[in-house]
């Protein structure tokens, strides 16, 4: 039995793709690793051919034409034998202790036939030059060892959102609820993590730093520039997750809460971008995201922009935007996230 199958998305990962690998091997036979090859043209595919014959009963290697990292790990999770997915970066890598207590809590969930549909640990910001590795963690959030629902949350702060890489489903969750990321697009980790969100009815914290988030990298799509070049991809993926449901359709009033605030940081994260490029094009699109929300659902639009966030994010004219990029400088020092 496979516990836990690990996605490593591959585009042109070849220098740093072993780490990756190879930290996730020491979780020997309880783990499946797919090497998801997204039409690489270095020399990707032959590494994970090479791991494949070395590790025939763990790894598996997977070649595609490109469709993006949501089509990798779409890829993935239609090859995933695993009682439970995870995405990994190929860039990034696992911690190896964290990574043996959590399949210790996996093999005890299914021995006490208490599987949950899902399980988030810690995540670690392993950004380059970084004196201090900034830990996101839900000690505050989250009951420790034991089966939690979210009637059991507490309040999560702001940059303590559940992110990819804080989160790993039960497998059969995921296809059930029919999940399905689109094609050459970036930003798509935040509707991997948002859509199954309903449909989530059991949790298990495992307070360990399992995930090592390597930022710093030019060609990263959460630097900067890139993101500001790719705003139009960013908005998308905001107007998705807005059609996504009808909020007062949720019944579950911190589960509407915790989607309606991943919302206000996702609208927060868009309006930012636009307001940093200073392009007056990106300036109304912006505007005329925050009226897509309002068209859409206006009591949601109403607590998002006339909250904390969608205050700042709103401020008139260009001294308005001056504080707005002044509060995102300030976060990002605090948070570390690009």
């Not at 090859?37 to 590790?55: F, L, V």
């Not at 093999?107 to 640990?121: C, N, R």
């Not at 689109?182 to 991997?192: A, E, G, M, R, S």
Request: hydrophobic share 40%; aromatic share 12%.
């Amino acid at each position: 039995m496979k516990y836990i199958t690990f996605a490593i998305p591959c585009y042109n990962s070849a220098e740093y793709m072993d780490h990756a690998i190879e930290s996730i091997l020491k979780g020997g036979e309880d783990v499946e690793i797919i090497i998801v090859n997204d039409g690489s043209k270095d020399n990707t595919p032959e590494i994970a051919k090479r791991y494949e014959e070395q590790y025939p009963t763990i790894v598996k290697a997977v070649d595609k034409e490109n469709g993006g990292h949501g089509d990798a790990v779409n890829t993935g999770l239609k090859h995933a034998t695993g009682l439970y997915f995870k995405v990994v970066d190929s860039d990034d890598w696992v911690d190896e202790a964290s990574l043996a207590k959590i399949l210790e809590v996996l093999h005890q969930l299914v021995d006490e036939d208490k599987m949950v549909d899902m399980l988030v640990s810690n995540y670690v910001y392993e950004k380059i030059g970084a004196k201090r590795k900034k830990v996101i963690h839900y000690q505050n959030v989250m009951p420790q060892n034991r089966v939690i629902s979210w009637k059991d949350m507490g309040h999560f702060r702001l940059g303590q959102y559940i992110l990819m890489h804080s989160v790993m489903y039960r497998t059969e969750l995921l296809r059930m609820c029919g999940l399905e990321l689109p094609k050459h697009t970036f930003y798509v980790d935040n509707l991997y993590v948002y859509y199954p969100l309903p449909h989530v009815k059991t949790f298990y914290y495992v307070n360990v730093n399992f995930y090592r988030y390597f930022i710093g990298r030019d060609g990263q799509s959460v630097n900067e520039q890139n993101m500001i070049k790719r705003i139009d991809q960013q908005i998308f993926v905001t107007k998705t997750m807005i059609d996504m449901y009808q909020m007062k359709k949720i019944a579950n009033k911190k589960l509407r809460n915790y989607m309606i605030n991943y919302l206000a940081i996702m609208m927060t994260v868009s309006s930012i971008i636009a307001i940093r490029s200073k392009n007056p094009e990106n300036l109304e699109k912006k505007k005329e995201l925050w009226e897509y929300l309002a068209s859409k659902d206006i009591k949601v639009y109403r607590k998002i922009r006339y909250g904390i966030l969608g205050q700042t994010m709103n401020l008139p004219g260009r001294p308005g935007r001056k504080v707005s990029s002044l509060a995102y400088m300030v976060a990002n020092r605090i948070f570390g996230f690009n």
